[in-house]
């Protein structure tokens, strides 16, 4: 090898091997992701996956309120920064994949540029397009702005807001927020300050600058006059303020009218002026509980400070897309995540359309095509996967040009793996023994999604609704049909939708969106009362499906129609997403490992013949998206959820373990209204996050570890009975009920107070950590070698045992990680010090330089699942991967408690205890051994082709074992 070649970087994969999720923030940003390169690529990732590194809201500790798309986020680093981060990752031959957010933006404050413009001009803003504003909707066609801390009433006569001047623009303020004057209000306003000027140069200039705002006309229908009214205002603001800063008593009159309008607090009357200008905007201030009934802005679910963006519109797309584009053309950047794919109104046309740009990009003279080992093609021109929860029956489109998804269904099906499902009945039987009254999963969903549509989500329901009702009337068929009637129509199919949403256009409706909608109308008119009219359900599904105008209605315009089925199906998703994950998920707590993102809680486990169709299935259709068991928004860590899982291998033990700990426990309750504080549902879910996030290293007597787990408890506690929306919630919190929970979080955690349940505790977790940790190490073992893309959530190459965001959020050991990496450690001593996480890291770098090694055997090789004979076959996970005569045989145990024997102390299965199963191989095809990469040993393979599980797991839990 000449010197030249040594130093030719290696080539950057088109697709993926792997991927690290990074959350950067001020403090983790550029620099810090380009100082760990070296060890991302020493252990084989191909390409980092950044969460949204484009301008977000000051102090953003995720990205997602964006308010600059063609910005870089400063806090996170500057183009120079950035440059040195995309040069190192090539250096190694790693690409770059950005979480991009194409629904929606940070509004509010006052850092928004296109939001202040939409505010200071109104519809004549050339932004307000761009932002999903229903004018109409609001009783005077104003924009609503639910950012006051109280009503508006108290909030004027407080005096809170308060009218100003800064760089020759009027505003009104509140706190953080601004809210820009239309330049309809600065001649009047002007002339005010000034009639206390005395005559002279300065009255005359002030009153010449009146004028001539006077004359601007802001009502410019086109883009083009918009742009030159800005000019003109901002040449008049310009010299508003420098004649302010050039003449005192110009200062002085304006202060002295400012002042005068803002009025004083001990005079309610002294602000009718003030009052009198807000009402004269394009926007209506309002306290923030208003948003829930009246907000006409579409937002990311129920955040008001988040705005939908209409990024169906080609204008919008390309400013907001223009530098990713150039990163993309730059060949900085290799792929996209689409967050929250669902927001969007046309999904399929959204992808196309980034398809389109990025085939000009990378296909041009001079443009920097994609780089790859030519072992896996893209078969669209830019690896983009989508974030998209599927419910269990229903798969991704297979139209759309993406590489699949961000793979939560896998993380689902994984994780279900490790549940009994023999466990199922004696695990309800005890949870609703414990509350005291049974838990109907069905019934406690639709409750959900009603709350969700009568209060968080009303507004939009309300907004859909006239928009309907406004159809109905466009026929004489549909004439009599009430908005009311509408209205409760729409929230009772809605409320039965059994996925996040349909995908009809005005040009077509797919057969499985109308079974969804079909079955969805059909359970909505059955619960529906006796003296409800059923037609309107007909009208709403023929309006959902675009029927109206299919069958040659009379009357209806076809835009009308095709926006209403599309603007519904925006509103499914969050609904969808707010009742279940933050909702349901929190009120149901039969096992709570089932509670994740993407999952549904009413499937108790997943059989290894479902996960082997499923990989199967991925490798058909979605060979290239990726497969997790850990993300940002996960509810619970990897290893948390399968140490909770082993709860279904002993559900009697666990029964008695959680009768005993809350008899231990029933002083430390208070008394709350008449109810126990913390309540039942609250208590039972405390005692199973314990058992999956207890420390492996905690001793039961360390007050300094106990104080650090309750602070982390406590946070996750306070997260989940604020989203429960049982006894409290995010938008009027109980106090009370809350303090009452921390002190008792506080108080079974504290050794003085509580040392025999800590002891019991402690002991529990000792009970199931090792098959827990065995669970573990099988999961990850799986997603390195199952179709797809693994991909590794930062730091949880150790064990992963956080709970939801932000405790999932915490800083890595970066510096133990890289170090741990580095040794050559005997597999035999990292099991015996399983607890410090590096046998969970061997796996995954093993796993991961094996895909380095021989990428086309995982990218394009066949997926064959294993025969597994004998008394514990079912306790095996096995399959191969194979291609061109090489092969990869993954050997994954599952529901082992029963066979690591009493007082395990490591997560290993004695041989003897797997007696006679054996592993059944179909035809090696010539291969005479394998070689295990765990562990470095080489196992002859028998003629018949017979492997015992025994001989294989007796060094590690697990085994990778390559041939060929």
Known sequence: MTTADAQTPPPIPAVPRATVRLQLRAGFGFDAVRALVPYFAALGIS???????????SGSAHGYDIIDHAALNPEIGDEAAFDALVAALHAHGLGLILDFVPNHMGVGGDDNPWWLDVLEWGRASPYAPFFDINWEAGADGRLLLPVLGDQYGAVLERGELVLSLAEGAFSVRYFAHRFPLCLKEYPRLLRLAAETVEAGDDRQRLGGLATAFAALDPGGSTVQRQALLRREADELKSRLARLVEESAPVRAAIEGMIAQIN???????????LHGLLERQSYRVAFWRVAADEINYRRFFDVNELAGLRMERPDLFELSHQLVFRLIGEGKLQGLRIDHIDGLYDPRAYCEQLQTRAAYLTDRPGAAAPAGSGAARLSEPLYVVVEKILARHEHLREEWPVAGTTGYEFMVMAAGLYVDPAAEAALTETYEQFLGRE???????????????????????????????????????????????IRRALTDIVAQFQVYRTYVTGEQVADEDRRYIDWAVGRARKAAAAAVDLSVYDFVAAAL??????????????????RFAMKAQQLTGPVMAKSVEDTLFYRYARLVSLNEVGGDPDRFGVSPAAFHRANQERLRRWPHQLVTLATHDHKRGADTRVRIDVLSELPEEWGRRVVRWSRMNRLKKREIEGRPAPGRNDEYLLYQTLAGAWPLHLDPADADGLAALADRVHGYMLKAVRESKYRSNWAMPDTGYEEALERFVRAILDPERSAAFLEDMAG?????APAGAVNGLSQVLLTLTSPGVPDLYQGTEYWDFSLVDPDNRRDPDWAALAASLRAEVPAEELLAHWRDGRIKQHVWATGLRLRCDDPALFALGDYLPVETVGPQADRVMAFLRRREGRLALTVAPRLVLPLLGPGAERPAVPAEAWADTALVLPDPGGITALRDLLTGATLPLPGDGRLPVGRLLAPLPVALLVGG
């Open 439 to 485: 838990a109907p999963y069905e019934e406690m969903l639709l409750e959900a999604k009603r709350l969700i549509l009568a209060r968080n989500l009303s507004a939009e329901l309300n907004v859909l609704a006239r928009e309907l009702h406004g159809i109905a009337q466009q026929s004489w068929a549909s004439r009599d049909h009430t908005l009311t009637g």
């Open 47 to 57: 390409h980092v996956y950044a969460s949204p590194f484009l301008r977000a809201r």
């Open 764 to 768: 529990f977790v000792a009970l199931i």
């Open 263 to 273: 009025g004083r607090p001990d005079d309610p009357a002294s602000f009718q002026d």
């Open 545 to 562: 499906t675009t029927d109206l105008v299919r069958d040659g209605r009379p009357g209806y315009r076809a835009e009308d129609v095709a």
